[in-house]
């Protein structure tokens, strides 16, 4: 079973940056689809952002439109930079994936592969 590994978290200020990196354990894995999530303590988890490997297309949640910016480095990883950061995107970050279209972006069924996330959290 194919395992993706973030890394990148950290705590920074309001106002600050952090480069979220997101990697397939499988050099052989090829993905349609990669994705951030979040969940902030007490809430459900949420879609933050998309990227379809062989388009490029992105697509993003509102919240974080303008400020987060999600890329491939190959087929298998990803990066997801957040600039501008606020105390609310204080939440644990995953990284998902699919090998092919499973259903829409927002949903977590829609993804075959996940991380175990890192950490983000942001003061005032």
């Known amino acids: 079973q194919v395992r993706l590994v973030e890394s990148g978290g950290g705590s920074v200020q309001a106002g600050g940056s952090l480069r979220l990196s997101c990697a397939a354990s499988a050099y052989t894995y090829r993905t349609y689809s990669m994705a951030w999530f979040r969940q902030a303590p007490g809430k459900e988890r949420e879609a933050v952002a998309v990227i379809y490997t062989a388009s490029g297309g992105t697509l993003y949640a509102e919240s974080v439109k303008g400020r987060f910016t999600i890329s491939l480095q190959n087929a298998r990883s990803t990066f997801l930079q957040m600039n501008s950061l606020k105390p609310e995107d204080t939440a644990m970050y995953y990284c998902?994936?699919?090998?092919?279209?499973?259903?829409?972006?927002?949903?977590?069924?829609?993804?075959?592969?996940w991380g175990q996330g890192t950490q983000v959290t942001v003061s005032s």
């Open positions: 998902a994936a699919c090998v092919a279209y499973l259903g829409s972006w927002v949903s977590e069924n829609s993804y075959d592969a």
